[in-house]
């Protein structure tokens, strides 16, 4: 990690208020963060903290009512929705829960489909794709469609995915909340090495303290705000 370089990601003031009607929620009352690249962040929240607010609004899916989100030194306020869904594509990268795979494709097809749209030829992507699916020690699954993969398997998939367009940031909402330790702990190892060897910035949303433990540093939601998490 070095802090001289720029942030992956930057939120700044960064404010979210759900209007339901029950009245206004306020979730994010101005949260700051800075990842760095090659920083691997653990988010870790009470359910209904605003971690998957917070993710969306990381990753563009979403705006904010206040504040700004940075991706790369780029404003994303500034933009108009055709260049945010750009800057998504080369940028960001998602690994949820559960993998939102497309059932009707394939492992392999699954990986190569985000970098044709991206813009690569179908020969470059199948590429990169075998070597990510190789990587994650998945590869002999190739031609399989996602449901005949086991879980960890599947998100393995999803992982190689997320990297498929070589993002600059890597956003997991929960991503080894559906699987058992055992598979939890090596789908996660995999994830940790990849980010770390590629130097792109992870937050991880959580709600195990032990991989939390395994990244640099916690942080979680106190009243709309980031903050360092301490235990106890
Ligand atoms: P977490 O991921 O930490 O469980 P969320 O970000 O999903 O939390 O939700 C934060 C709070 O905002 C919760 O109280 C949730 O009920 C509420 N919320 C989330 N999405 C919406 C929405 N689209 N409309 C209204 N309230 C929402
Ligand atoms: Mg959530």
Known sequence: MSSSSQPALRLQKVERVYRTAAGDLPVLRGADLALYPGELVALVAPSGAGKSTLLHLAGLLERPDGGDVYIAGTAA???DDHARTALRRTEIGFVYQFH???PE???LENCVIP???AGLSRQEASERARQL???LRIDQRAEHRPAELSGGEQQRVAIARAFANAPRL???DEPT???????SDRVFEAFATLVRETRLAGLVATHNLALAARMDRTVTLREGL???YEDG
């Not at 909340?177 to 598979?183: A, C, E, F, I, S």
């Open 177 to 183: 909340g559906n699987l058992d330790p055992k598979t």
């Open 115 to 117: 970098q044709m749209i």
């Open 77 to 79: 306020g500034g933009l």
């Open 100 to 102: 939102h795979l497309l």
């Open 133 to 135: 699916l190789a990587y």
């Open 226 to 228: 980031i903050v360092p």
């Open 170 to 172: 890597l956003l997991a």
């Open 105 to 107: 494709f394939s492992a």
